[in-house]
């Protein structure tokens, strides 16, 4: 979507692997989100973003660490990535305005071998 | 905690049909309520947000309205066609502007030509 990018797109790794997803925005919107989506669960929040430096944990954070060091990227790591983090994860920002709603980014695909 | 239902999880219609899709949600202290598109291996696309302080929204072939009282949201789609196929999502921002939102698993909806 436009002003939303994700990388990569798709990627494989062993467990036990440390691995970076990376959202990027050119909108400078001051909220950032990564969700993961799974097939009976629907939606969940990992991780948020209210500003650079200002992180908060969401409902599945476990295995999870984020970093904001720039208003344009929200990076997530998975530490030591088990087979149970094999999902879709998504981006979304969101301005502090009150008309606007969430944007979400493409996706990362990511299966954990 | 909010918890939001979306009955039923899939549908299917003839094409040229008018059809209601449904969000419910447990607690009618919400900020506003978006409602989103998700086509199969990508992202999800806004369609219609709607404020506390509004009853509904429309765009195009879609209109969204908002009952706090009941705690229920409807997407009603006009004449559908092929290419309406997808699945709907609805989100429930609770509280204030910077509250969570929590996501809906969503009703895939299938217009046959």
Known sequence: ?113 | KQEVTQIPAALSVPEGENLVLNCSFTDSAIYNLQWFRQDPGKGLTSLLLIQSSQREQTSGRLNASLDKSSGRSTLYIAASQPGDSATYLCAVRSGTNAGKSTFGDGTTLTVKP
């Open chain 1, 1 to 113: 979507d436009a002003g939303i990018t994700q990388s990569p797109r798709h990627k494989v790794t062993e467990t036990g692997t440390p691995v970076t997803l990376r959202c990027h925005q050119t909108e400078n919107h001051r909220y950032m989100y990564w969700y993961r989506q799974d097939p009976g669960h629907g939606l969940r929040l990992i991780h948020y973003s209210y500003g650079v430096k200002d992180t908060d944990k969401g409902e599945v954070s476990d295995g999870y660490s984020v970093s904001r060091s720039k208003t344009e990227d929200f990076l997530l790591t998975l530490e030591s990535a088990t087979s149970s983090q094999t999902s879709v994860y998504f981006c979304a920002i969101r301005s502090e305005h009150h008309n606007y709603g969430y944007t979400f980014g493409s996706g990362t695909r990511l299966t954990v071998v």
